[in-house]
């Protein structure tokens, strides 16, 4: 079982940037690869970027590489998503997502844990 919470969201200006943090309860933390989604509203929620357990190796949806960037702290049993030049087509609730089954990055229906999700919103 792993509870996840969401922070760091917030108003912001076209160019600022944000760190989003994921802290997450429960000891076997570092065994889940851990998923930044994000839903804009009247949108599909979707994929962002992704990080395996031991924070090896990450994956990204084209449209935020260069961007964003996904790092995790197993120590400190939380997950970052660095966000920088942003624009106001990011405006979403951004959502962090445990990995339970094997499979697509992009998938939904492969985490079993989500936190609650956090608002970012861009002014032009």
């Known amino acids: 079982q792993v509870e996840l919470v969401d922070s760091g969201g917030g108003l912001v200006q076209a160019g600022d940037s944000l760190r989003l943090s994921c802290t997450a309860s429960g000891r076997t933390f570092s065994n889940y690869p851990i998923s930044w989604f994000r839903q804009a509203p009247g949108k599909e929620r979707e994929f962002v970027a992704g990080?395996?357990?031991?924070?090896?190796?990450?994956n990204y949806t084209d449209s935020v590489k260069g961007r964003f960037s996904i790092s995790r702290d197993n120590a400190k049993n939380t997950v970052y998503l660095q966000i920088n030049s942003l624009k106001p087509e990011d405006t979403a609730v951004y959502y962090c997502a445990a990995k339970s089954a094997a499979g697509s990055w992009a998938q939904k229906d492969f985490y079993g844990y989500w936190g609650q999700g956090t608002q970012v919103a861009v002014s032009s």
């Open positions: 990080i395996s357990g031991s924070g090896r190796n990450t």
